[in-house]
């Protein structure tokens, strides 16, 4: 709605062979580096961990810790849910 593009890729400028997020308009491109993407703050006393997975593939962009097989998995199995 408001002209901003957001996708995922591996073709930068900066020599980094990896995907990053990109999010730019007509003029103007941000690339954000996954790895970097997530903080999670714990505010209880068990952990809470948090990832951004693809829609359409299931795909993980990034997490803020190592991903359970068995939910990588399920995920697998619900494409686009």
């Known amino acids: 709605k408001d002209g901003y593009r957001v996708w995922l890729t ?4 900066l020599g980094i062979i990896r995907y990053m997020v990109a999010m730019g308009t007509a003029h103007y491109v941000v690339m954000i580096d996954p790895a970097s993407f ?3 703050i714990p505010y209880s006393s068990w952990q809470i961990d948090a990832a951004i997975i693809g829609n359409a593939h299931n795909v993980v962009i990034t997490s803020s810790d190592e991903i359970a097989q068995g939910i990588i998995t399920r995920l697998q199995k619900t494409p686009g849910e």
């Open 10 to 13: 591996s073709h930068n400028d």
């Open 38 to 40: 997530i903080d999670v």
